[in-house]
């Protein structure tokens, strides 16, 4: 550390910022000696120092699809001193977590199978990328957040110079660096450090709240993209954590009539609590694909123009393609198998598109709005709740969601 004269005693810290502010006069004196930034770390005072004492822990699988929770980086005197933070970032305390669906979710799918489609987990892997939490450090180059900041995680690092990103379209990102997405780390620990641009004020929002704007922005880039308008009849497939919130997301946007499907009567028993004018249509074991469509058809008098597949099933989408009216569109937002098999005619003679969507782009701020004005409210989704500590158990409980009945599990973290 550079020699620091006793002038720096009269140093004042701006608010809101990791700039020191120094009178003319000290700044002239002989005993003057530029501080480095080592040295104003030195100087800061204790209520600016990061309020990190408990070990950074995260949540990891690996390709033997163990699942196990460890010490993570970056470590508490990283977080206290900030020397680990680079250019733009700031350090999160990470409050609360959604685990990504149940049998179908992406944190499911990389702990159970490995992997999803050419994403595959070779070495140890930390999961989570449904995140919200409080700004605790900033690197001096960040001037938009201040420590105390609440905010929610988008878990995307673009390049900014593709086309996709200087398009707008960044979730094409070629060269996309998806937190959990393997090789990059999620946001499943108690500490993380992130670009500054990709954390969304949320003020007075539960971090609960915080995390569901994740899931949230994967109905409404769906909702844009399939563009669902007032008096849309709609069939969502799915009634999981993502068909329950693209039917809130369907309820506010006045589609009408709303079809929802599932193989399990407790799920829609939920949909129909969160929206009591839903249609609802259990799936029975052995229904052909396109009796099924029949049947979902029948519920919305005939009118179905428009599907959002939210199970990414190979039985569930081609059903609602046989549900589909000539000139209809299914629009897959779920994720399933690399390979599916699909009715080919079907989708030919009725001139049926069939469009899919990969993540999300611009949705947050929207998100944002949308539940900070109680337009949508999303709580009754969210089931159980476990500690980091008990994060293996909070996988369990929603990888067994038939048996539990989870919807929205969430791991909440205490610094």
């Known amino acids: 550390m550079s020699r620091v004269s006793p002038a720096l005693r009269t140093l004042i810290r701006q608010p809101c ?153 960044y979730n094409g990102c070629l060269e996309m660096r998806f937190m959990s997405t393997p090789p990059v780390d999620g946001l499943l620990r108690r500490y993380v450090n992130h670009s500054a641009i990709w954390c969304h004020k949320i003020g007075d929002m539960s971090y609960e709240d915080g995390a569901m704007l994740e899931p949230l922005s994967v109905s409404l880039a769906g909702m844009h993209r399939a563009k669902i308008a007032l008096g849309d ?25 709303i079809v929802i499907t599932d193989i399990d009567q407790g799920r829609l028993d939920v949909a129909k609590e969160i929206c009591p004018r839903v249609r609802t249509y259990k799936v029975q074991p052995g229904t052909s694909m396109e009796d099924a469509g029949a049947a979902m058809s029948k519920l919305a008098g005939g009118n179905l123009m428009t599907a959002l597949e939210c199970s990414g099933v190979e039985s569930s989408i081609a059903a609602a393609i046989y549900a589909m009216k000539f000139g209809g569109k299914v629009f897959v937002i779920g994720v399933g198998k690399p390979d599916i098999q699909i009715p080919f005619m079907r989708l030919s003679t009725q001139e049926i598109d069939l469009q899919f969507q990969y993540r999300y782009a611009n949705t947050w701020p929207r998100a944002i709005r949308l539940v900070q004005s109680g337009v949508l409210d999303m709580k009754r989704l969210v089931t159980h709740r476990f500690s980091l500590e008990n994060a293996v158990q909070a996988f369990e409980t929603s990888a067994a969601s038939a048996k539990t009945g989870a919807i929205k599990v969430l791991i909440q973290s205490e610094v």
């Open 17 to 169: 910022s990791t700039q020191w502010r120094v009178a003319p006069a000290i700044r002239s004196s002989p005993a003057w000696v530029k501080p480095t930034q080592q040295s104003i770390r030195c100087l800061a005072t204790p209520a600016a120092m990061p309020a990190a004492s408990k070990e950074n822990i995260g949540v990891y699988c690996n390709s033997s699809h163990d699942l196990w929770v460890k010490e993570s980086g970056p470590s508490v005197d990283e977080v206290k001193t900030g020397q680990a933070l680079k250019e733009g970032e700031v350090t999160i305390a990470i409050k609360s977590t959604g685990i990504c669906g149940y049998v179908q979710g992406k944190n499911i799918h990389f702990w159970r199978h490995g992997r999803i489609g050419p994403m595959v987990v070779e070495h140890d892997h930390i999961l989570g990328h449904e995140s919200a939490g409080e700004i605790i450090a900033t690197h001096p180059s960040v001037k938009t957040l201040k420590v105390g900041d609440r905010v929610a995680v988008e878990p995307s690092q673009i390049c900014n110079k593709c086309e996709p990103c200087l398009t707008g379209r």
């Open 233 to 257: 009849p709609v069939l969502i497939c799915g009634a999981g954590p993502i068909g329950l919130m693209t039917l809130l997301c369907c309820s506010a946007a006045g589609a009408e009539p």
